[in-house]
């Protein structure tokens, strides 16, 4: 008992002090950050954002693929950076989805993506491209009209978050993609699991998924 | 464990109160010289550089706040474990908490807009910590364990909840097993207890005061900025622009302008007190005053200021109209000595910023901007002055809170984003974006209007042309515009757009002939390249 109220005490104190000293040398940044714009502030560099032992605005993402993600902040695949990219930058950094990277490169849609005002992004992983016979990708990839329906049918307007992800959405390809399952187990289309989900970028959410998914026409 | 509490309590209030107090005199004396501020920054420039290609981040909204929160928790723990410290080895502890100090001093002094003076509030700070530690620490050193043996484990049984059932340190003389010899040590232990908490109380209500005068003195500074900002009229420019662009969207509003900076915290100067340093490789080094520049001779111009690390198509570029002192004059009075080639800026930020001399001397409007869109320049742009170099990126021709410019060479001085491996020389490339549609628009069939901006400020454009999917490329009709300084607006009409999903493109041509390249590059290290597309779907 002793111990623990001395602890709620101290770090009551802690707290305290961090408020004040908050409140002392940062009061004006609110009015520096809130800016009724919402356009970001950005930097021409990372620096800022790679200092190590900063918890990253990054956060909330699930799956085991997420494991390998780069854990270093300064890395542009790592969920810090992605979180400061819009997502087709975003995903170009991250190497699990070089495959998707190229594809968006040659279905031509890496501006419209990023310039995007918010969306939500079924990235299929390199292993789900690998699943495709190459004949078969080589063909989607040389197509490109073929290529950008695929794509969009991956993406869906606005940032779908965890809590909302089950049920159908409408993609950008105009037809419907239904998702499944519940707190970090998801499927879609009952095809392709969700094997790391809820990953920040400038204007995108991300879900990698282990499978391509097909327009069914 | 329980023993260490009281310690790590000292060491914590000691380091509170240290900070408060380094604050409040930095509130006072100059804001810049916050000790936290400046570590911050320090910690923000010696992190490495990380990958250049993808060297584009946000300094988010959270990540200023994170970043000071952090120093906080660190400098807590550290405090923390000094105060434990402090039982068995106060000497040690003192000199450890005054050395934090010393860090705190040497990152003030390192900054770029450092003053001497700038040491004091964390060099203060530091002694103000040490005292508090010496005060606190014989007050909070813990009790001897506990004697394991019979009676006392009844005193503990009967008071179980009262730290002071624990015999006082030197109360050890008391013998065990004579239960009436512990009640002398219970009320040194309530004595103690209770100075330690009187004390403890007291440098936390120090803190609280120190810390929020420190709060309250730095608003009304910010505030006082503020209302001398407010109370400023804008004289009339000697050399007015032409007549205002009646086209919406020309002009992007103080309020939407990007804004990319360094700025832990958005600097407010007060104008009364911010003069002008024109230095380094100059016959005469000159000061200026903000009333010395309104009295000057000043022109407006519409200039488009657009950011290095915007891509393809991204949000960084706006245009306003501006007031401001023509620079070229400025240098020409101070005498440039030969040899010198770049002029470095500083901004009250802490940011270098380098410019050719070459081209500011070239007889294009390069200012120090006063008046933004008809306003003084908002805070967030660099109030009170600014400068400004029509067809240069930001990073090498527009400072912020600019506080001195100094004649120098590219040789001699590397600027803060050249240090970062962005290249020194940033002239804007062509470039071209669709507004309209947006990105994956779902459109109706028909004619479908399409409309956007491309710049090559300085070169100006002279041709803007849309392809839908692999159609021939389209000219678009482009706006009229005061100078080749100013972004261009265009429109084109896509007649019969047809059901199904396209991709629209655009390509600009500047004034020199040359057609926006398509080759494709990253915002590191000089700026994006390549032709934007949108895909849209029409139903």
């Known amino acids: 008992m002793y111990g623990k109220r001395k602890l709620t005490a101290l770090a009551a104190v802690a707290a305290f002090s961090l408020s004040l000293a908050l409140s002392a040398c940062g009061g004006e940044n609110t009015a520096a950050t809130t800016q009724p714009t ?4 950005t930097v021409p560099t990372t620096v800022p954002t790679a200092l190590p032992s900063m918890p990253g605005a990054a956060g909330g993402e699930f799956g085991p693929a997420c494991a390998t993600i780069p854990k270093d902040p300064a890395n542009p695949g790592s969920l810090e ?10 995903a170009a950094a991250n190497p699990q989805l070089s495959t998707l990277a190229a594809a968006i490169q040659a279905g031509e849609l890496a501006d419209t993506l990023n310039n995007a005002e918010a969306v939500t992004v079924f990235a299929p992983t390199n292993e789900a491209f690998a699943k495709i016979p190459k004949a078969d990708l080589d063909k989607v990839l040389a197509d490109k ?27 950008l390809e105009g037809q419907d993609i239904t998702v499944t399952g519940s707190g970090t187990e998801f499927k879609v289309n009952d095809t392709a699991m969700i094997v790391c989900g809820n990953i920040q970028t400038r204007n995108g959410v991300v879900y990698l998924v282990d499978s391509v998914l097909m327009p069914p026409s | 464990m329980r023993q260490l509490i009281r310690p790590a309590l000292s060491g914590l209030l000691a380091a509170a109160g240290g900070v408060a107090a380094g604050e409040l005199v930095a509130s006072l004396v100059r804001p810049e010289s916050s000790p936290l501020v400046a570590i911050g920054g320090t910690v923000i420039d010696a992190t490495p550089t990380p990958v250049k290609e993808y060297a584009v981040a946000t300094f988010g909204t959270y990540d200023k706040p994170l970043l000071i929160g952090t120093i906080l928790v660190v400098l807590a723990a550290l405090a923390a474990a000094v105060g434990v410290l402090a039982v068995h080895h ?3 502890a003192l000199l450890a908490i005054g050395a934090l100090g010393l860090v705190g001093a040497a990152a003030a002094l390192t900054r770029p807009t450092a003053r001497p003076i700038d040491a004091l509030p964390a060099l203060l700070a530091g002694a103000v910590s040490a005292g508090l530690l010496a005060w606190l620490a014989p007050k909070a050193a813990p009790a001897a364990p506990p004697p394991v043996v019979g009676p006392t484990t009844a005193v503990d049984g009967a008071h179980p909840r009262d730290p002071a059932a624990i015999p006082a340190a030197g109360a050890g003389e008391a013998s065990p097993d004579d239960s009436a010899a512990v009640l002398p040590s219970q009320r040194t232990g309530r004595t103690e207890r209770r100075s330690f908490l009187i004390a403890a109380g007291l440098v936390a209500l120090g803190t609280a005061l120190a810390g929020g005068l420190a709060a309250i003195i730095r608003r009304s500074g910010a505030q006082a900025a503020d209302e001398a900002r407010e109370a400023i009229t804008l004289p009339a420019p000697a050399d007015p622009g032409p007549p205002p662009e009646k086209t919406p969207g020309f002009y992007t509003p103080n309020q939407d302008f990007y804004r990319v900076d360094i700025a832990l915290t958005v600097p407010r100067v007060d104008p009364r007190q911010w003069t002008l340093q024109l230095t380094g490789m100059v016959d005469r080094p000159t000061e200026l005053t903000f009333d010395d520049l309104l009295k000057q001779q000043l022109i407006e111009r519409d200039i488009t200021l657009n950011c290095v690390s915007n891509e393809v198509g991204g949000p960084y570029v706006g245009n306003a109209r501006w007031l401001g002192v023509p620079l070229a004059p400025l240098l020409r009075a101070a005498g440039v000595q030969a040899g010198a080639d770049q002029i470095v800026a500083r901004g009250a930020d802490g940011i270098t910023i380098g ?8 007889g294009r409007d390069a200012m120090l901007a006063l008046g933004m869109n008809g306003r003084p320049l908002p805070a967030e742009h660099g109030f009170p002055v600014r400068m400004l170099t029509p067809g240069l990126y930001g990073y090498v021709g527009a400072a912020k809170w600019i506080t001195s410019l100094e004649l120098a060479t590219f040789s001699s001085f590397d600027a803060y984003w050249v240090q970062r491996g962005w290249a020194a020389m940033g002239p804007v490339k062509t470039a071209s974006r669709i507004d309209r549609p947006k990105a994956f628009a779902r459109l109706t069939a028909g004619t479908v209007p399409v409309a956007g901006v491309a710049w090559a400020q300085h070169r100006g454009i002279s041709a803007v042309e849309v392809q839908v999917d692999d159609a021939p490329w389209q000219q678009a009709t482009l706006l009229p515009v005061p100078s080749t300084d100013t972004w261009v607006q265009w429109t084109w009409n896509w007649p019969a757009a047809t059901a199904g999903s396209h991709t629209l493109r655009v390509r600009a041509v500047d004034g020199t002939g040359a057609l926006q390249t398509e080759q494709r590059a990253d915002p590191f290290p000089d ?10 779907t029409v139903a």
């Open chain 1, 81 to 90: 950076m992605m979180a400061k990219q819009p997502v087709a930058t975003a």
């Open chain 1, 38 to 41: 919402g356009l970001p502030t």
């Open chain 2, 90 to 92: 106060r000497t040690a």
């Open chain 2, 527 to 536: 700026g994006a390249s390549g032709w934007q597309s949108v895909l849209v």
């Open chain 1, 145 to 171: 009209e073929l290529l950008k329906k695929i794509l969009a049918y991956h993406v869906v307007d606005g940032k779908t978050a965890p809590d909302a992800l089950a049920g159908t959405h409408k993609t």
């Open chain 2, 355 to 362: 410019t050719p001399v070459a081209t500011v001397l070239d």
